[in-house]
């Protein structure tokens, strides 16, 4: 079957993040994760149909979900992982700061930046304090730097925080780093979080996903790794994440963080994410091509300032030859809604997310060509 990811969809009146955010004007959202694809038939019906039914009361996780999860998994990547190694959670962030707060209270967290901002609100949101180490750029790649990482490494240190696929410079993680990171946790006796949760939107023909825990067993006693179908099948408003604890000491540790602050996910989440990973069609290739399309078509208005990217629908654009005062205020003058580096730990560039249909980012490209122009 083909997907028509051209469609533009009137998001209008459904209270969308993304769109309230510039409700009123005519600025374009490139800004927030999510996409203006619509979620594919084989996730709605089954949605549809427990609609069907007049209550929606609190509601067990099905094992069918753990189970489509398993063998998600095991098609994917080739990982058997049992039952009991997964604890599912309303979302990766909440899992993010439940490993965090694994910690003791003067423990502290190594997180390489640039990076997803919410890395950067831990600090604040557990007390545990954070050491940011900057990303090395070589060649054109963003890589962790892991030299600057062991200077940064004192005892206190005790957890290393990292997405991979990498958001915002798209980064994923080839096995040799991987490893290279493995032999640091090591010889340092840390912890690491791993969010995973762009596995599925690799764009470079050249590159698959490898689950750290998977892909350098060595490490996997050390390792929570997150994962969510939320970011691929464009469902992020129906939260459901899974974290992946080999270890049962370290499981004990991830668990009794939750408490009651951590609710599980609802109903509607759990069916959309069930139907999510047992999709085995061609939708995610058809996803892919789309968003690869769209990249090229960036590319060639943003040029050298775009980082080249593996992973992710999300570009990291160099902007601080602009000499800008005012970043969102430009961008929104020429009616772009982006998002600011400064949050996510490195000014001077914009995140610019590519998932639109043709006509609404051919739009926001021909703002972007003046937006971008040195007065
Ligand atoms: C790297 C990364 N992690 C986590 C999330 C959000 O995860 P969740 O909505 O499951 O908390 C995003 C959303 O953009 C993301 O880019």
Known sequence: MAYDFDVVIDRRNTNATKLQKYAGSDILPFWIADMDFAVPDFILEPLRERLDHPIIGYTKKPDSLTHAFQRWLAHHYGWQVPEDWIVWLPGVVPGLNMAVNMLGSDEQILVPTPIYYPFLDLQENTGRRQVAVPLAFNDGLWSMDLTAMADATTDRVKLVCIANPQNPTGRCYSLAELQALGEFLERHDLLLVSDEIHCQLILDKDKHHLPIAHAVPEIAHRTVSL?????????????????????????????????????????????????????????????????????????????????????????WIRIDDLQLNDVDGHFESHGLGLSNGAPFGHEGYVRFNFASPKPVLEEGLQRLVHSLKRS
């Open 227 to 315: 994962f969510a179908a939320t970011k691929t099948y464009n469902i992020p408003g129906l939260g459901c994440a899974a974290a992946v604890v080999p270890d049962p000491d370290l499981r004990a540790r991830f668990l009794a963080t939750r408490g009651d602050l951590v609710v599980g996910p609802g109903p509607l989440n759990y069916i959309a994410s069930e139907a999510a990973f047992n999709d085995r069609s061609d939708w995610v290739p058809q996803l892919q091509a789309t968003l690869r399309r769209n990249h090229d078509l960036l590319k060639a208005v943003a040029g050298e300032r775009m980082t080249r990217m593996e992973a992710t629908y999300l570009a």
